[in-house]
């Protein structure tokens, strides 16, 4: 889907396919996923999330995105150092999350604006861009203190 110029902006949310997992490429009904969006190997995410966009370069129509995955009961035991909880109830956030979730700064990454399903014309509040500022500068900058966490 081609999205209109200026529609895909910093610290908006985009449902995003981030391609197939390698074990459903071989099946009939992901191979045309498959094509199209890639396949995703080992734990790389996979399928459609939801995906922060800290930045847009429209000469290549590429965004950096930081993925959202829904979190699980168990996940408090799993909280990573670049995991950001996210509460619908909080930062106006109700506005494409139903569920709490994780926003997942150690997996930032590059894509295609191909990848966009949909743009919510939704702005991420101040106070959750800086959270995320913070979580992305420690995941890429200091990977050394995760020890001392």
């Known amino acids: 889907m081609a999205f209109r110029a200026g529609e895909v902006k910093r610290w908006r949310v985009a449902l995003t396919h981030f391609g197939v ?3 459903e490429s071989a099946l009939d009904e992901y191979k045309e996923e498959a094509l199209r969006y890639g396949i ?4 790389e ?16 129509h590429t965004a950096i995105v930081v993925p959202i995955t829904s979190r699980k009961p168990y996940d408090n035991e799993r909280l990573y150092a670049g995991d950001i ?3 619908p109830d909080e930062h106006g956030l109700k506005a494409f999350l ?3 979730s994780i926003a997942k700064t150690d997996c930032i990454r590059q894509v295609s604006h191909e990848r966009f ?7 991420i509040s101040t106070t959750l861009r800086d959270r995320i500022r913070k979580a992305v500068n420690y995941a ?9 966490r």
């Open 140 to 148: 890429m900058c200091d990977s050394s203190a995760i020890d001392k």
């Open 98 to 100: 139903s569920v709490p």
């Open 117 to 123: 399903i949909k743009v919510v014309p939704f702005y």
């Open 40 to 43: 995703a190997l080992g734990n």
């Open 85 to 87: 909880t996210l509460n």
């Open 45 to 60: 995410f996979a399928r459609k999330h939801y995906a922060i966009i800290v930045d847009n370069n429209e000469q290549s």
């Open 21 to 23: 997992l390698k074990r």
